[in-house]
């Protein structure tokens, strides 16, 4: 059975920093891609970063900078580095797997093809 488990949310500052993280089991960890959702009330699902098995980063451009995304082969986890925290970033963190490209705005943080977590909420107070 594949399982991401995401832990790391909470509620921070502007300003502030969080890591989330995000621990799979069930698959071939580190033979797929790891990306980082998230989704605010009233807002797509946006795909804020990715990591491919080769290494190989994307951000949008929103969070460029401040975010930063790795993973542990040995752990099976993949993590989200998020400082400089604005207002603008709170939603709930989806972390998700898939043996390809991700899309970069999904409707909602589910299906499509990928395996998903259940999510955690930041909240980033002005």
């Known amino acids: 059975e594949v399982q991401l488990v995401e832990s790391g949310g909470g509620s921070v500052q502007a300003g502030g920093s969080l890591r989330l993280s995000c621990t799979a089991s069930?698959?071939?960890?580190?033979?797929?891609?790891m990306a980082w959702y998230r989704q605010a009330p009233a807002n797509k699902c946006e795909l804020v970063s990715s990591?491919?098995?080769?290494?190989?980063?994307y951000y949008i451009d929103s969070v460029k900078g401040r975010f930063s995304i790795s993973q542990d082969n040995a752990k099976n986890t993949v993590y989200l580095q998020m400082n400089s925290l604005k207002f603008d970033d709170t939603a709930v963190y989806y972390c998700?797997?898939?043996?390809?490209?991700?899309?970069?705005?999904?409707?909602?943080?589910?299906?499509?093809?990928?395996?998903w977590g259940q999510g955690t909420q930041v909240t980033v107070s002005s």
């Open positions: 069930g698959f071939t960890f580190a033979d797929s891609s």
């Open positions: 998700a797997a898939f043996h390809g490209l991700f899309r970069v705005s999904l409707s909602v943080c589910s299906g499509a093809g990928y395996y």
């Open positions: 990591i491919r098995s080769s290494g190989s980063t």
